[in-house]
């Protein structure tokens, strides 16, 4: 009697796709390693991240003591690069988040409803798409003032659209599915179809929205503390220590260099584990 063939889930697929993936996957171990340094920040640094304790050392270049070397005002480079971590790492998680409680509600109801729902919807989207997010961020901060929670604010204003689009695109193709037409014969309301049916099948798109999120508002935090309207010392961001360290370049290069290092690989690696996760859970690729 011939053994009956393995029936696998999708995400063993899935998970066998991104292994294949190696760009990803070694993006997906530097965010972790980031993850784990930013948590133990305490721990793996030799002083606060606001702790002028190296006056003497001051400009300091790299060295065995200071790894990233000194700042202008005596401040262990590392240190801040690293509690810098906390502060781009939680932006942008948070202000992903942000942008899935308002992008996937807005883009299930475009992509169920139709009709007026979806219209407007897609004007809301060409409108955030259209306005340069930057140019509106500047104005947003300048009127706000900066610190985290308006960072945070900011960047989920324009962060929703990728994911709205995703999940309406992913809801207009299930609901033609013949267990969701059953389910509304039956009597179902949208409210229950959307909730119970439509979104939990665009878990895909919403992952991948989620992760997308990240580097956009890791970028746009990283600008706008750059022009002078994010972080607000003492507290350490990347863009903020690229501006400081710009007045430095010819004589200090160390200063503007290791942020600029950190901003550039974390946002690649976030992108590269993003796209990565999409093709994996392209349902398209199911099976191969």
Request: charged share 10%; aromatic share 10%.
């Amino acid at each position: 009697m011939a053994a009956s063939p393995t029936v696998r889930s999708p995400l063993y697929y899935a998970w066998k796709r991104f292994l294949g993936n190696k760009a990803s996957l070694v993006a997906g171990v530097f965010i972790l390693l980031l993850a784990f340094a930013a948590l133990c920040a305490p721990l793996i640094t030799p002083a606060s991240y606001e702790a002028q304790s190296f006056l003497n050392d001051a400009l300091a270049f790299p060295s065995p003591t200071h790894w990233f070397g000194v700042d202008n005002v005596g401040r262990d480079l590392y240190s801040r690069i690293i509690y810098g971590t906390r502060v781009s790492l939680g932006i942008g998680l948070v202000s992903a988040l942000a942008s899935l409680l308002i992008g996937v509600p807005l883009g299930a109801i475009a992509g169920y409803s139709g009709g007026v729902a979806d219209w407007i919807v897609l004007r809301l989207v060409e409108l955030f798409s259209v306005i340069p997010p930057l140019l509106l961020a500047i104005l947003a901060a300048s009127l706000l003032g900066g610190g985290i929670l308006n960072i945070i604010l900011i960047s989920s204003a324009f962060g929703w659209v990728g994911v709205a689009r995703l999940v309406r695109g992913q809801v207009m193709t299930v609901r033609t599915k013949e267990y969701v037409q059953a389910s509304r014969g039956m009597g179902a309301l949208p409210r229950h179809l959307i909730m119970r049916h439509l979104v939990p099948n665009s878990v895909s798109p919403i992952i991948v929205g989620f992760v997308l999120a990240i580097p956009q508002a890791m970028m746009l935090e990283a600008s706008l503390s750059f022009l002078g309207v994010g972080i607000n010392p003492p507290t350490p961001s990347w863009g903020q220590m690229i501006a400081d360290g710009l007045y430095y370049l010819f004589f200090y290069w160390h200063l503007p260099l290791f942020p600029t290092l950190f901003l550039a690989l974390t946002v690649m690696a976030t992108s590269i584990f993003g796209d990565g996760l999409r093709d994996a859970l392209d349902p398209t690729l199911k099976g191969k």
